[in-house]
């Protein structure tokens, strides 16, 4: 097992250039990092087939570690950039990476309508609840009651969901895996790049620097003790009452369909139009 982590870890990072990385110790996103090259070797895709795009945030930093063909790109607008990348090269597999506050507040029009689009892409969103590189101030998904920077008192506002709201939207793939279930992870990235279309893994990840400490969970450990007790698998969850569930959030694939993918579709009228296929030169 140590050597096949040594060939992983050499094979697609960047470890001679930009280690030792600047996350926090115990954060999650090491966690994702590892579960996403896995799901990567599993498929078998060649490095250069991959584009993995982030935004600004903690997550944004993993393209920087990753040796595919990356993309560090503005707060909100990771998705928007992917868009552009997988419809001038179809034939690339897209990959972005966000942050809960990057996808689902600055980006988050974006992210509904690529949702909506049904892109062929898949975006991992780790959702720690809170915005942990710059301060600790609430984000959409921070939880009502809890406390942040900007919530020194009590959060009022209440969170959404955002697997929910990928289903809710369009998206052909959606799932939920937390750090704490790391080969869920692995093997959730690799059913969104199967599926085709636009496809979500949201990850619910550990924050202990910015919101364990202001919420009783001031270190790793104790943030994934909480997600192995508050997560439900999908099949579970359908066998338990809404008093049971009440507290808890489900973990697993939420919705998996098979509809027209955007990129398909827009070379169809391409081809109507009588232009070039996307990729080539006129």
Not at 173 to 197: C, P, Q, W
Not at 216 to 231: G, I
Request: aromatic share 8%.
């Amino acid at each position: 097992m140590a050597k096949e982590v040594t060939k992983l870890v050499h094979e697609y990072l960047r470890h001679d250039k930009k280690f030792p990385h600047v996350w926090c110790p115990g954060c999650g996103n090491g966690i994702v990092l590892g579960a996403l090259i896995r799901a990567i070797d599993r498929l078998g895709l060649e490095k250069d087939e991959i584009v993995l795009a982030s935004g600004i945030g903690c997550s944004g930093r993993m393209p920087v570690y990753a040796d595919f063909n990356t993309l560090h790109t503005t707060h909100g607008r990771c998705l928007t950039f992917a868009t552009g990348v997988k419809l001038a090269n179809p034939a690339l597999t897209v990959i972005t990476v966000m942050g809960d506050g990057d996808a689902t507040a600055i980006g988050g029009n974006h992210f509904i309508h690529a949702a909506r689009r049904n892109l062929d892409l898949t975006a991992i969103i780790i959702n720690n609840q809170i915005y942990g590189m710059t301060g600790g101030q609430f984000s959409p998904t921070t939880p009502y009651g809890s406390h942040a920077s900007t919530a020194r008192y009590g959060h009022i506002e209440h969170a959404f969901s955002i697997s929910e709201l990928a289903v809710t939207a369009g998206a052909s793939f959606v799932a939920r895996a937390t750090v704490y279930h790391a080969t869920l992870i692995e093997d959730m990235i690799k059913k969104s790049i199967e599926n085709g279309g636009f496809g979500v893994v949201e990850v619910i990840s550990n924050c202990h620097t910015e919101y364990g400490r202001r919420n009783n969970m001031a270190d790793p450990v104790t943030m994934l003790q909480w997600m192995k007790e508050h997560a439900v698998t999908v099949e579970k969850a359908g066998k338990m009452s809404p008093e049971e569930l009440a507290g808890k959030f489900t973990v697993g694939v939420l919705a998996d369909v098979k509809k027209p993918v955007y990129t398909e579709e827009y070379e169809k009228i391409r081809k109507r139009a009588g232009a070039p296929k996307a990729g080539e030169r006129a």
